[in-house]
């Protein structure tokens, strides 16, 4: 199974850039990981909020396989513990899924096309995070997962 994580808009903070290749270098130790940035889109400070999320919206539609599992990082989502996280994980990799996709909105969210797309949505917190902080914490959650069903010792409960 390969796993990837699909952002809208890059982040300009080194710090985060660098916790955020820490992280997905180690996710790689485990499994096939790839992260795709989609760029920002551009002229958009007059247009209204649900025109934005629209064609944010298409952009991510048009990076999705039909076949991809397809999973939101939504504060509305789901919350699971890290354990559950990893057999989430486990669940996929078992199930033959082949493209394990994570999709990190924009500062808006998403449209209902790709609310309509996805398999599940995934909250990492009741607490919302910037769009750019979630990377982080999303791809440390993943190391961790991976690291939890590989019996490596980062994870100590």
Partial sequence: MKIKLLLTGKTNDKALQELSEKYSKRIRSFAGFETEVIPALKNTKNLPVPQIKEKEGKAILSRLQP???????????????????????????????????????????????????????????????????????????????????????????
Avoid: C, W
């Fill in 67 to 157: 076949a991809d599992f397809v999973v939101l990082l939504d504060e509305k989502g789901k919350e699971m513990s890290s354990e559950k996280f990893a057999d989430f994980l486990k669940k996929q990799m078992n199930s033959g899924v082949k493209n394990l996709v994570f999709v990190v909105g924009g500062a808006y969210g998403f449209s209902e096309a790709v609310y309509q797309r996805a398999n599940m949505k995934l909250a990492l917190s009741q607490m919302t995070f910037s769009h750019q902080l979630v990377r982080v914490i999303f791809l440390e959650q993943l190391y961790r997962g991976l690291a939890i069903l590989n019996h490596h010792p980062y994870h100590n409960p």
